[in-house]
Nanobody
Framework: QVQLVESGGGVVQAGDSLRLSCAVS????????IGWFRQAPGKEREFVAA????????YYADSVKGRLTISRDNTQNTVYLQMTSLKPEDTAVYYC?????????????????WGQGTQVTVSS
């Protein structure tokens, strides 16, 4: 398995940009996919974006298409989530997660390893 550490969260204003990082360590050869999820207070954790560790295919939730971009740097074992045109409804704790097999990329149950999360707060 791998270990995941998120960073880059903070407090920003609506319309600002932010880049989150997910540092991956451990048995990276076992990885299939890295996903980003978020959880707002009182809400369920929801899928944001995912990227295939091998060939780099990307997937997005409809609510973030065009504003958020997921990418990876395999030489640095890091996955990024570039967020632009942030809105107050983007406020949440953002988690990266690792999947070791194919499956529905948007399902939390397909991800076995999770980071500790990083808080993103967008003020209006």
């Amino acid at each position: 398995q791998v270990q995941l550490v998120e960073s880059g969260g903070g407090v920003v204003q609506a319309g600002d940009s932010l880049r989150l990082s997910c540092a991956v360590s451990g048995r990276t050869f076992s990885l299939y996919r890295i996903g980003w999820f978020r959880q707002a207070p009182g809400k369920e954790r929801e899928f944001v974006a995912a990227i295939s560790w091998g060939y780099g295919g990307t997937y997005y939730a409809d609510s973030v298409k065009g504003r958020l971009t997921i990418s990876r740097d395999n030489t640095q074992n890091t996955v990024y989530l570039q967020m632009t045109s942030l809105k107050p409804e983007d406020t949440a704790v953002y988690y990266c997660a690792a999947s070791y097999y194919s499956g529905r990329y948007q399902d939390t149950g397909n991800y076995r390893t999770w980071g500790q999360g990083t808080q993103v707060t967008v003020s209006s």
